[in-house]
């Protein structure tokens, strides 16, 4: 009976044991790590910028409902249609549906003229369909339901081209005479326009309007001085506006610097700008003036460019950075940086030990530093190295759990 009682205090004392060491071993870590990423830090001066572009504000009096030939930031032609006018709304989405079935149906009668399937890469035409669906997923996270229509029929047709790949499916034929019919009723269905809204200039269309149009100018930009931005006040915007033409391929980029830094730049110059648009990281431009002030130490740097797209003619202002440098190499915690023996490096983890390494770093922070991406068969920092950013006693060689 004794003996029992004392087995059970041992596989208690066991359990105990065995279950104290699984909650310490969860809880505490002798080391804490991250990887070594990829990554291009750049070295700049930063500016508040407002945006300066020729634009003609577009209106229409006309009664009923519009439907918009052009989506944001798509050219137009003189004289060309910016939207036609139907008396209902139900026309508009008429119209919209036509569009989509144009779309869906060229697309098919690709997929059914592409006869080298034995060519075709599988993996390709996954990773198609992995990204369109991705890119839609993401557009959706972000509130952009606008282009929802339009991932949605990219993923469809990338899905269409993988099943005549994989011979899921080889004959579109039903499938294609069911949109055709449609597209026919609809077409006959669909009143005519009542009229339409022209343009007498051209560029680049835009259906909003902020009040900037006839405040900021491409022909004023001597008169743009501090005081001028500093004082920079809307317009109100016409109620019957239906959107604006941006008129000119030259447009500006206005910003307040100190004098002293507006020294580092003369006319004709040519730089890189770093912005906060997913369209357009970056922009190429060259100064055109700087406009000092009389009164204070302040100028206004005026930067000219020529790229443009349907982000760039829509806003008006965004935080860029002049790029001075960019500096390209493996990312790190500066909390991971270490000195030993004269010589600075991390500890990285290899197996159960870690080991010192060398870094030669090319750019710091206080948050993060970037190493020289070093190709050598010694030990240097790798690309997905797992960097120690904490832990006691390291030394070269220790074993770690």
Excluded at 27 to 47: H, L, N, Q, R
């Amino acid at each position: 009976m004794r003996e029992h009682k004392a087995l059970k205090v041992i596989i208690c004392i066991i359990a105990i044991v065995f279950v104290g060491h699984q909650i310490y071993s969860s809880a505490y870590k002798p080391i804490t790590t991250v990887s070594a990423e990829y990554y291009t830090a750049v070295d700049g001066f930063p500016i508040n910028a407002t945006i300066v572009r020729e634009e003609k504000i577009i209106t229409s009096d006309m009664s009923g409902t519009l439907h918009f030939s052009l989506s944001d930031g798509e050219r137009v032609a003189k004289n060309g249609t910016i939207a036609s006018v139907y008396s209902d709304s139900q026309a508009s989405v008429t119209v919209n549906r036509i569009e989509q079935l144009k779309s869906r149906i060229s697309d098919i009668e690709e997929i059914q003229g592409y006869n080298d399937v034995e060519a075709a890469d599988i993996a390709l035409a996954n990773n198609k369909v992995n990204n369109s669906l991705n890119k839609m997923l993401r557009e959706i996270a972000t509130g952009n339901f606008s282009s929802v229509e339009d991932n949605s029929a990219e993923l469809l047709t990338n899905i269409s081209r993988r099943q005549m790949i994989t011979g899921e499916q080889t004959d579109f034929s039903a499938r294609l005479s069911e949109l055709k019919s449609e597209l026919d009723g609809l077409n006959k269905s669909l009143p005519q326009p009542i009229g339409s809204i022209k343009t007498d200039v051209s560029g680049y269309f835009v259906s909003g309007v902020d009040g900037y149009e006839n405040v900021l100018s491409c022909s004023n930009i001597e008169q743009i001085t501090p005081e001028y931005l500093n004082e920079l006040k809307q317009d109100a915007t016409p109620q019957n506006a239906i959107g604006k033409i941006v008129s000119d391929y030259t447009w500006y980029i206005v910003a307040n610097i100190k004098i002293s830094d507006s020294l580092k730049y003369k006319v004709g110059d040519e730089l890189t700008l770093k912005t906060t648009l997913k369209s357009t990281p970056e922009l190429n431009v060259k100064v055109e003036k700087i406009n000092a002030s009389k009164d204070t130490d302040i100028a206004v740097l005026v930067l000219a460019c020529q790229q443009m797209n349907s982000e760039l003619a829509s806003i008006r202002k965004d935080s860029m950075t002049i790029i001075n440098n960019t500096y390209t190499g493996l990312k790190i915690p500066t909390k991971a940086l270490r000195f030993q023996n004269d010589k600075t490096g991390v500890f990285v983890r290899s197996g159960m030990m870690v080991k010192f390494v060398g870094v030669n770093v090319i750019y710091r922070t206080d948050e993060y530093i970037v190493c020289e991406q070093q190709i050598s068969n010694d030990d240097v920092l790798r690309l997905y190295d797992d960097v120690v950013v904490k832990g006691k006693r390291l030394y070269d060689g220790k074993i770690v759990d």
